[in-house]
């Protein structure tokens, strides 16, 4: 995304290209690629300058405000 909105592109439309697009150019959309009931969530909370805040993998919250949560801890 940061690439792309270094090149000029919106950042709504760098989001959309790096989420649904790569999602269905990889055959991924049936499960992934959108928040909604039934459908797995991979999602990095970005903040302005697109540094990323949160990040949730499967639907679990693996980092929290830039730190690790026990779900990614070694165990």
Not at 3 to 17: H, L, T
Not at 37 to 52: F, H, I, Q, S, Y
């Amino acid at each position: 995304m940061r690439q792309a909105v270094n090149a000029g592109v919106k950042r709504e439309q760098a989001w959309a290209m790096g989420s649904l697009a790569g999602a269905t150019r990889f055959g991924r959309t049936a499960r992934s690629a959108a928040s909604a009931a039934g459908r797995r969530a991979d999602v990095v909370l970005l903040d302005d300058n697109l540094e990323p805040i949160n990040t949730w993998y499967g639907g679990e919250l693996m980092v929290e405000e830039r730190k690790i949560t026990p779900a990614l801890e070694p165990r």
